[in-house]
Nanobody, 129 residues
Framework: QVQLVESGGGLVQAGGSLRLSCAAS????????MAWFRQAPGKEREFVVA????????YYADSVKGRFTISRDNANNTVFLQMNSLKPEDTAVYYC??????????????????????WGQGTQVTVSS
C-alpha cells in the first residue's frame, strides 16, 4: 500500500510559477512510475505528465510541454512538478498517482488514469488572469 500526499498548490498570477510535491509512504516508491493528472471544475480528469521509476523516461501532455517539468527523488520518496509560465487554463486540482505494474512506462497507456493504482487527495492550483 502506498499513500500519496500532494502539496505546493496555491494562487498565482498568470505567467508565474509553482512547484508541486508529492510525498509517498512506503519503501517501494522507486518501483513505481509516477504521474500527475489534473481536473478542472466541470471537466474530466486529464493527464499532465508521467515519469518512469528511475526518471529516465517522461511523457508530457502537449498543453504543458515546455512549461512543466517532472522530476523525482527516490531517496526521499518524492516526485515534483515544476510549473512555469502558468496560464488561467492550468487552474485545476492536481493529483499525483502511482503505477506499480508499468514502472518503465512501456506501451502507450501511461496517460490513462485507470492504469494507476494509488492516488493522492489533490492540491488546488489557481491561476488568475
Amino acid at each position: 500500500q502506498v499513500q500519496l500526499v500532494e502539496s505546493g498548490g496555491g494562487l498565482v498570477q498568470a505567467g508565474g510559477s509553482l512547484r508541486l510535491s508529492c510525498a509517498a509512504s512506503g519503501r517501494t516508491f522507486s518501483r513505481y512510475a509516477m504521474a500527475w493528472f489534473r481536473q478542472a471544475p466541470g471537466k474530466e480528469r486529464e493527464f499532465v505528465v508521467a515519469i518512469s521509476w528511475n526518471g529516465g523516461t517522461t511523457y508530457y501532455a502537449d498543453s504543458v510541454k515546455g512549461r512543466f517539468t517532472i522530476s523525482r527523488d527516490n531517496a526521499n520518496n518524492t516526485v515534483f512538478l515544476q510549473m512555469n509560465s502558468l496560464k488561467p487554463e492550468d487552474t485545476a486540482v492536481y493529483y499525483c498517482a502511482a503505477d506499480r505494474e508499468n514502472p518503465s512506462l512501456d506501451g502507450s497507456t501511461w496517460s490513462e488514469g485507470i492504469r494507476y493504482d494509488y492516488w493522492g487527495q489533490g492540491t488546488q492550483v489557481t491561476v488568475s488572469s
